[in-house]
């Protein structure tokens, strides 16, 4: 007879593929009842072929999420019901030993092998998909380079980390998920300074924008509304994506504003002012220590929650890891917990992609206000949704679970 904790993975599991399905299905038909001709709020900046171009992007990735979450779920069944997981974790400790860095050796080598299945999908989507769309500007070898010093980097962060981790199992006993959430919130923290500065260069090339009359209308904004910055970075995202972006990283006297270079090659001055004027919003309304603080609020929960699941061997046993300590537990445990945890975390998501909606309405209106006029964000966001094939007329309940940004219609009914 299957346990309460198997049957409580393959309700979640199947749940999740059923409403994700049907919310990519309504979206699509939704779509379809409105790609027959331009909705008249669009008319003026987007002709016909654009938007049925973007209406076939849409489409197809759409399609592409469909069948990749049917094959990421029967991929998950197999690790979890097939004994994948004790089989991997046994024949590593055997030959590594269960020390605390054998161990986080052993558990980074785990996850990048159950990486490895998603890597076809991630290979389609480039050269599929973004390619057919005229997006992709990356080769193979690019490809193949960005995956592995993703690996490298992966390896060289994770393995200290998790021996942290498991250090403080060792020394804080029941108590250790405490300690442990504080470790990955600190390790968070620190990221978000150390990414911008050391990870982001090793995949691009990352410049102070040119001299010229752009550099100092940027900077003249910067001044204006109390943003003290020494640079303003341009990054060689074409370098792989036709797709245009701009967005803030890092905080205090660490921050940056990154913009891509295919954003300036699209837009205007006046454009891609109004969009450094929203990211400057974002820094002057404190929406990056307002999503930490959100992330540390979820990290703790979820750390509780393992805590509580690491309290006993039941979990670990239900999944069949057997003939280990309750200490040798801990990271089959973590593995079971960061396996499955996306069943779980499907459903936080649209809470925070709420709240970072509103952040986004929030910023539209400082930058309005910076720029003394609704227009130039009105036209860069246009500029941008034309640009990128965004779907212009999702269904509204597709958007309010998985957008982290309103859709266009309802930034300018703000504005307005």
């Known amino acids: 007879m299957m346990n309460l904790f198997i049957l409580t993975f393959i309700f979640l599991l199947l749940l999740k593929v059923i409403v994700s399905t049907v919310l990519e299905m309504t979206n699509l038909r939704f779509l379809r009842n409105h790609s027959s001709k331009i909705p008249e709020c669009f008319r003026d900046f987007i002709d016909s072929n654009s938007y049925l ?107 200290p980390i998790v021996a942290l981790l498991l250090y403080c199992v060792r020394l804080a006993g029941s108590a250790w998920w405490i300690y442990g959430f504080v470790v990955i919130y600190l390790f968070q923290l620190v990221m978000v300074v150390v990414y911008p500065m050391f990870i982001m260069p090793v995949f691009n090339k990352l410049e102070p924008i040119e001299e010229g009359n752009l550099k100092k209308r940027l900077f003249a904004l910067s001044e204006r509304t109390g943003f003290k910055t020494k640079s303003i970075l341009v990054m060689d995202g074409s370098k792989r994506s036709g797709h245009s972006n701009a967005f803030f990283a890092g905080f205090g006297s660490f921050r940056r504003i990154v913009l891509y270079d295919t954003l300036i090659e699209q837009m205007s001055e006046s454009q891609i002012e109004a969009v450094l004027a929203h990211e400057i919003g974002h820094y002057k309304l404190g929406h990056i220590p307002k999503m930490l603080l959100l992330s540390g609020v979820m990290s703790f929960s979820l750390f509780a929650l393992l805590g509580w699941l690491s309290s006993s061997s039941l979990l670990a046993h239900s999944f069949y890891f057997t003939g280990l300590s309750l200490e040798q537990l801990i990271l089959p445990i973590f593995l079971l917990f960061l396996t499955m945890g996306g069943l779980i975390s499907y459903w936080m998501s649209p809470i ?56 266009l219609m309802e930034r300018e009914a703000a504005m307005q």
Request: include cysteine; glycine fraction near 6%.
């Open 352 to 407: 925070g992609s709420a709240i970072s909606r509103r952040h986004e309405y929030e910023a539209d209106a400082f930058a309005n206000q910076a720029m003394g006029d609704s227009q130039p964000l009105m036209s860069a966001l246009r500029q941008l949704h034309t640009e990128n094939l965004s779907n212009l007329t999702p269904h509204p309940l597709y958007s309010s679970f998985y957008y982290s940004h309103p859709t």
């Open 53 to 159: 171009k973007s209406v076939d992007y849409t489409i197809a990735k759409s399609r592409f999420s469909i069948v990749q979450e049917f094959y990421e779920a029967t991929i998950l069944g197999f690790l979890i019901l097939g004994g994948v997981l004790p089989f991997l974790f046994n024949f590593f400790s055997e030959s590594l030993g269960y020390g605390v860095w054998s161990q986080s050796l052993v558990f980074c080598l785990i996850l990048f092998l159950i990486g490895l299945p998603s890597i076809p999908f991630d290979w389609w989507s480039t050269f599929r998909i973004e390619e057919r769309f005229g997006f992709n500007k990356s080769s193979p070898k690019l490809w193949l380079s960005d995956k592995l010093k993703s690996g490298f980097i992966a390896l060289l962060l994770g393995i």
